[in-house]
């Protein structure tokens, strides 16, 4: 799984990364007031959906029941039900978007009641249906990412992303050129997202190779395909399941002026180890325990999950400890500019170092969840994410007077909920296993990870208060600096406790390329 898994985090790397330009742009354009959080709860509206959808969620459902479909019936009997999946969710989706567009007056007031009564709500409502078009691009792209990954064919689907952050990039580098008020260059922005969704749709459609896979296109609710749908929706809230609480998390932070934003731009950088491994968990692992459960071959599904596990913790865990010893640094550096101040930059760095705390259980959700949906159950992450769901919107009504801090612990501690459900779970039904070399690695992970966190924390006390009155691309070079001696110092720790060495990650990646050459 190794090269895929690269394939998969170096696209949704170069994505977040863009992402994260973006959100810069976006910070010093419209600050942290009443027209960015209006912005941002359209923006996270859908954000939501895209991720619902594009993101390897439908994976959970597409991709065993269509290979399910050509082991049995043939590659003809794939295609076409492809084709019926591909047009029965792109009509089902223009008439969603349609419904959503008469209906958004209520639905920005479920999402942000403290907007009721203020011009923020009518603010949310314009910017929400200019971005609207998006959603329905998104029903096609969704299938055919799934059919691209279903055959192992990962990296235009990994990459093709970055086409939704260069549309909004380049529309704020027009909008920092020629200002306009908060106002317009946030309709401006509003606007850009359906044209990005168009852009990734053309550059699908364009570099398919010119194989039909997915006909003949119609739309069909014919028994099949209420199955397929009874599986993938739910399969699809389940993958959702760390933006649906960030969703909750807002709707009780919009009573309070600009916490919305502050939770939104914290999000962000957990959004960028949590897209990394977790898409690239989302991405791989399902079909490739899909085919080892087809298989009945225990023994790869014991390898499959295990080798998992091991890059989900060892991946998640130091990035998490970075995260909480850095967060008011990481936070001036990409975000400190323009309209936002230096106390939203306390404010953000308090919420994403309590965020930061769940990162783990994301991971271990993303690590996990595949193992049902790689059996057709997609009901169990599904009562895992609403049970999570639940705990958070509790925790946050009673934290909320903590003000973003509150509300970013409360999504803490329901993301840990939603994991120890599907631990328990998992070894309930499936009777979960590790293999030797995970017992043995998986310690070390650990230990290794605290070791950097302990030198990490000690080098941020000395260094960054003397590194504080520099130029901002000094700091940046500092903060540069400590990252990639704490990788350097946590990849030492692995190679000298043994959990790998960098001949055995190349010896990996041959062997993986080797195999996809001979498949």
Known sequence: MIRPLLTV????LASRLLGFARDAMVAALLGAGPVADAFLVAFQLVNVIRRLLTEGALNAALIPAWLRVRTGQGPAAASAFAGRVLGTVSGALIVVTLLIGFAMPVLIALLAPGFV???????????ARLMLPYLAFAGPVTVMMGLLNAQQRFALTAFSPLLFNLALIGVMIALLWQPRDAATAALALAATVGVAGLL???????????????????????????????????????????????VAGAIIASTSPSVVSWLYFANRLIELPLGIVGTAMGTVLVPELTRAVRADDRAAIVQAESRGLELAIGLALPATLGLIILSHPIVRLLFEHGAFTAADTVATAQALAWLALGLPAHVLVKALSPAFFARDDTLTPLWATLAGLAVAIAAALALGRFGASGIAASIALAAWIGALILVVRNIAIFGFSLDHDARRRLPRIVAAALAMGSLLWLKAHVLLPWAAPAHALAQAAWLGVMIAGAALIYA????????????????????????????
Do not use: C, H, W, Y
Not at 9 to 12: F, L, M, P, Y
Not at 117 to 127: E, K, Y
Not at 508 to 518: E, K, N
């Open 200 to 246: 990734q749709l053309l550059i699908l459609v364009l570099r398919r190779d010119g194989e039909n896979f997915a006909t003949p296109l119609r739309m069909s609710f014919d028994a099949e395909m209420r199955r397929f749908f009874r599986k993938a929706i739910p399969g699809m809230i389940a993958s959702s399941g760390p933006q649906l609480l960030i």
């Open 117 to 127: 009564g203020r011009a923020t709500l009518d603010l949310a409502v314009d910017d």
């Open 492 to 519: 030492a720790l692995l190679a000298l406790s043994g959990v790998v060495t960098p001949a055995d990650a190349i010896r990996a990646v041959r062997r993986s390329r080797a195999g996809d050459l001979r498949a």
């Open 9 to 12: 985090a170096s696209g949704t």
